[in-house]
């Protein structure tokens, strides 16, 4: 793969990608994960709202979280899907209720306990996860191709760790579902 170059603010150019975020101008930042998170959590957000447009999975974050985790597990409530969406209860009622509204899942009661609400994909959720399926097969070749193979599989490997160590509260207790949400057990 080529590279390109960039500019860089203060006007210098380079074509490493590193040479970018000069040390001197970001101070502790330089060496900051989370700065660095964050660069690309935005950069990857715009890939996404771009490649999702015109659908009911546009506009803000949770959405594709949530339809994964209701098709995977059904009947699982949105307190158990909420840590994974990073949603607080109000923001990920709102959530829920958008994607009830798109016609992409359901939420009946829980035979067992009226005030547990239960959530479940429709067809047309169904047929909304093979789009985002189609996308994240593109993503890692259109938004990660600076990426080797085996520096991918590192990348993930590694956000995985840390996004599970922030699933964990303070007291080293696991929120409600986490973990199993993904395994199915």
């Not at 994974?84 to 899942?105: F, N, Q, T």
């Not at 939420?107 to 067809?123: G, K, N």
């Not at 995985?160 to 579902?177: C, F, M, Q």
């Amino acid at each position: 793969m080529e590279a390109t170059r960039l500019d860089h603010p203060s006007g210098k150019r380079g074509t490493n990608d590193a040479d970018l975020f000069d040390a001197s101008e970001l101070d502790v930042l330089a060496g900051a994960m989370s700065f660095f998170v964050r660069s690309v959590n935005l950069s990857v957000s715009r890939y996404l709202e771009t490649h999702l447009a015109g659908t009911p999975l546009s506009g803000g974050t949770g959405k594709v979280t949530t339809l994964f985790m209701v098709q995977k597990r059904p009947g699982i409530t949105a307190a158990e899907v909420a840590p994974y969406a990073g949603k607080d209860a109000p923001a990920m009622a709102r959530l829920v209720d958008r994607l009830i509204a798109s016609g992409l899942i359901d939420r009946r009661p829980d035979p067992r306990s009226r005030r547990r609400q239960l959530l479940f994909i429709t067809p047309k959720g169904e047929a909304h996860l093979d789009l985002v399926r189609d996308i994240v097969s593109r993503e890692r070749r259109e938004a990660f191709g600076m990426l080797s193979d085996e520096e991918h599989e590192q990348a993930v490997r590694l956000l995985r760790k840390v996004a599970g160590a922030y699933l964990r509260k303070p007291n080293g207790k696991v929120v409600p579902g986490a973990g199993a949400a993904w395994t199915g057990k």
